[in-house]
C-alpha cells in the first residue's frame, strides 16, 4: 500500500517546512528504509559507550533502521520476544537529536511492534495509508480500530495511488477504484488528509534512493506530499491541545 515510500516522503516534506525530522524503520522482518534513503550497503551506525546508536543521516534526516546493523540478504527468523527487543532497542538506545517529529514506518498488520509501541510512548498520532480498492481498506480498518483500543489518535487518512494521469496523452484514471479515503472518512469520523498520485517518478526516485521530494522539487508528487505535510501538522496541532489525558477532578470546600 506505499506504507514506506509515504513516511519517506513525509518526513522530507516535513523536513523541507523546517523541522527537524528522524525517520524509525519499524519493520524488522523487512528494512527498507536504508534502500529507500540511498544509505550506502554496509554503513553501520556509531556506538556511544557501548550501548546507544548514533542515528545516520540521509538528506537530512536522522534514520535507524534493522537494515544498518545486518546485511541485506540476511533474514530475520526471529521470534516476537526478539522482535520486540529489537525494536525498543531502536526506539530507546537510538541517539536522537532534539527532534520536531519522529516518524515511524510500521509493519504491516497490527501486532507486536504496534502492540508496542503504543506502550512504550505516547504516540501523538497515527497516519493511515491505504489504496482505493476494497481488499486495502479491510486492512485500514483493522489499523483505525487498533490505534483506537490503545488510545492513539487517527490523524487522517491518504488515499495512495489514487490516480494515475498518463505521461503520453494527460488522461486521468483512477486504476484502483474511487471513493475509498472517502467511505473510511465517513466510516469513522476522520478526514482525507492526503492523496497520492500513481506516479512512475515516485518509484524510480524512490528505488534510486533519492525519493521524490528531494530529488524533484516540482514534480506534481512532491506538491502533494507537502500538502499532506502541511496537513498531518494542523491535524497534530488539533490533536496535542485536546485532553487525553481524562478530566481532572477536584473538590470543593462547600
Known amino acids: 500500500m506505499g506504507k514506506s515510500t509515504t513516511a519517506v516522503n513525509l518526513a522530507l516534506a516535513l523536513s523541507k517546512l523546517g523541522r527537524k525530522v528522524g525517520l524509525l524503520d519499524a519493520d524488522i522482518y523487512g528494512p527498507s528504509l536504508p534502500l529507500m534513503m540511498g544509505v550506502p550497503e554496509g554503513t553501520r551506525p556509531k556506538i556511544i559507550d557501548k550501548k546507544f546508536m548514533v542515528p545516520l543521516l540521509a538528506h537530512g534526516i536522522e534514520c535507524t533502521s534493522m537494515g544498518f546493523l545486518v546485511d541485506q540478504k540476511t533474514a530475520m527468523v526471529w521470534r516476537a520476544p526478539m522482535i520486540i527487543s529489537a525494536f525498543n532497542q531502536m526506539l530507546n538506545d537510538t541517539a536522537w537529536s532534539e527532534l520536531d517529529y519522529l516518524i515511524a514506518d510500521m509493519p504491516p498488520g497490527t501486532g507486536d511492534i504496534q502492540l508496542s509501541l503504543a506502550q512504550s510512548v505516547k504516540v501523538s498520532g497515527a497516519v493511515i495509508v491505504t489504496t482505493p480498492q476494497d481488499v486495502a481498506l479491510l486492512d485500514a480498518r483493522k489499523g483505525i480500530e487498533m490505534f483506537k483500543k490503545v488510545d492513539v489518535p487517527i490523524l487522517g487518512v ?3 495511488m489514487s490516480t494515475h494521469i498518463c ?41 534510486a534512493g533519492n525519493p521524490v521530494v528531494a530529488s524533484n522539487p516540482e514534480h506534481g508528487a512532491t506538491q502533494a506530499y507537502m500538502e499532506l505535510a502541511a496537513n498531518v501538522e494542523q491535524q497534530l496541532l488539533r490533536a496535542t491541545s485536546s485532553n487525553r489525558d481524562g478530566p481532572t477532578i477536584t473538590i470543593s470546600d462547600d
Open 158 to 160: 491518504v488515499e495512495n
Open 167 to 207: 505521461s503520453n496523452c494527460g488522461h486521468e484514471e483512477a486504476i484502483f477504484g474511487s471513493g475509498g479515503g472517502d467511505s473510511l472518512s465517513k466510516e469513522y469520523g476522520v478526514q482525507v488528509i492526503g492523496r497520492l498520485p500513481l506516479d512512475l517518478t515516485i518509484r524510480e526516485t524512490t528505488d
